[in-house]
T-cell receptor, first 116, second 113 residues
Framework: NAGVMQNPRHLVRRRGQEARLRCSPM?????VYWYRQLPEEGLKFMVYLQKENIIDESGMPKERFSAEFPKEGPSILRIQQVVRGDSAAYFC??????????????FGEGSWLTVV | KNQVEQSPQSLIILEGKNCTLQ??????????LRWYKQDTGRGPVSLTI?????NTKSNGRYTATLDADTKQSSLHITASQLSDSASYIC????????????FGTGTRLTVIP
């Protein structure tokens, strides 16, 4: 996990508030992925980004969720008007260009969102 | 349909014993297969990665095997330790597709003294 930094590690929001989760990839990595993990379940793909581009957002809910990976700064997963069902662990992962060759994907420690 | 299935869903073993976790996949065209260990409350950590031509790869007490013909992989843990208690996730990559990673739901291993 070394190098992929996520913050905050834990976040509590009331229903209707906004949650912003940040991810700084490993140095030299330009590919970022976001996954969601519900308790006792596996990792579910949400979105795959490269710098300034969303490559695949097929796993993102159509409403309230958005992600970006700007030229400068961390990737941000934004959840608007949170509901209790959004409570989960959100993991960010990064890889270097040429991931199709088998480069390892490194995960962050996750951000735990609790909606009360 | 690209899928990854792991078995068993959960496993309890005594400290010092060996165990084997299974991963079957239907991902095509196949690129590589990874095993990750995820401790409770932590992010997944890579254990091994294998490409089509590799049959076995070891990382300490962890040994992964791959049979690309039958599309099966196993993770063997030798002389288990309490710290091996975790979820073990199989991830298979396809050669094509914008998002080419397919995750198993994991095997929850508990090692008891």
């Amino acid at each position: 996990n070394a190098g992929v930094m996520q913050n905050p590690r834990h976040l509590v929001r009331r229903r209707g508030q906004e949650a912003r989760l940040r991810c700084s990839p490993m140095k030299g990595h330009s590919h970022v992925y976001w996954y969601r993990q519900l308790p006792e379940e596996g990792l579910k793909f949400m979105v795959y980004l490269q710098k300034e581009n969303i490559i695949d957002e097929s796993g993102m809910p159509k409403e309230r969720f958005s992600a970006e990976f700007p030229k400068e700064g961390p990737s941000i997963l934004r959840i608007q008007q949170v509901v209790r069902g959004d409570s989960a662990a959100y993991f960010c992962a990064s890889s270097s260009p040429g991931r199709r060759s088998g480069n390892t994907i490194y995960f962050g420690e996750g951000s735990w969102l609790t909606v009360v | 349909k690209n899928q990854v299935e792991q078995s068993p869903q959960s496993l309890i073993i005594l400290e010092g014993k060996n165990c084997t976790l299974q991963c079957n996949y239907t991902v095509s065209p196949f690129s590589n297969l990874r095993w990750y260990k995820q401790d409770t409350g932590r992010g997944p950590v890579s254990l091994t990665i294998m490409t089509f031509s590799e049959n076995t790869k070891s990382n300490g007490r962890y040994t992964a095997t791959l049979d690309a013909d039958t599309k099966q992989s196993s993770l063997h843990i030798t002389a288990s330790q309490l710290s091996d208690s975790a979820s073990y996730i199989c991830v298979v990559s396809a050669q094509t597709g914008a998002n080419n990673l397919f995750f198993g739901t994991g095997t929850r291993l508990t090692v008891i003294p």
